[in-house]
């Protein structure tokens, strides 16, 4: 085999138009080869994300501080590591634990842990939080909410209806994305880790109150 692979591209690059033909093989592999590692890539690599619980949108910004200013430096806040005693923080305290449930495997191959989380914080506005989270990490993952109970995949998704809240984050680690505001708590029963590229449910997470 590897002496007959020898000789077809010894004839292509010793003539004119197999020359041509190898340019041509080449390029066209190269799209593929970029498409197969964009796909193949993430299931070897985990995005680690650890975000501290929202405060309120309405939290006051000093005077003297720009926006822009006032964002710089809750981004640098937030990465800081700080061992405090509480096992809850004031803002966790001050919000209303709406719906709660635990992530659980799409199939055998993709995987999910941790929990997922709905919280009314004290400027009424609510947020989903992912705690302890990890799942199988591949090619656009995006969070989904929907009124199923416990949907096992797109044909579920699709019959009960959806709300795309955001591209996930991070397959590993603690996350928040804000609900939008004509979006009823009380219409959401499941959160769903959904593969855009396969239409493939990685895992959901049935929500109860």
């Known amino acids: 085999m590897i002496q007959l692979i020898r000789r077809i591209l ?5 003539t004119r138009n197999g020359r041509i033909t190898l340019a041509g093989m080449i390029a066209a592999a190269i799209p593929l080869l970029l498409l197969a590692g964009w796909l193949i890539r993430p299931l070897f690599v ?5 975000e501290a619980f929202p405060l309120g949108a309405d939290a006051t910004i000093p005077e003297q501080l720009t926006d822009d200013e006032a964002r710089v430096m809750m981004s640098a806040a937030s990465k800081l590591e700080i061992e405090v005693e509480e096992s809850m923080t004031e803002a966790m305290s001050a919000a209303a634990h709406l719906k709660t449930g635990a992530f659980v495997d799409g199939d055998a191959f993709h995987k999910g842990q941790g929990s997922a989380a709905i919280y009314q914080l004290e400027d009424g506005s609510h947020v989903l939080r992912f705690e302890d989270f990890r799942v199988t990490n591949g090619p656009a993952l995006f969070v989904l909410v929907s009124p199923h109970p416990d949907p096992r995949g797109r044909g579920d998704i699709a ?17 928040n994305y804000i609900l ?11 959160v769903i880790i959904y593969c855009k590229p396969f239409r493939v449910v990685f895992s959901t997470a049935p929500l109860t109150p």
């Open 46 to 50: 985990d995005t680690v994300v650890d």
């Open 159 to 175: 019959a009960a209806g959806y709300t795309e809240l955001a591209r996930l984050k991070g397959n590993v680690g603690n996350q």
């Open 180 to 190: 939008p505001d004509d979006l009823d708590p009380d219409d959401i029963n499941s």
């Open 10 to 14: 010894s004839w292509l690059w010793t």
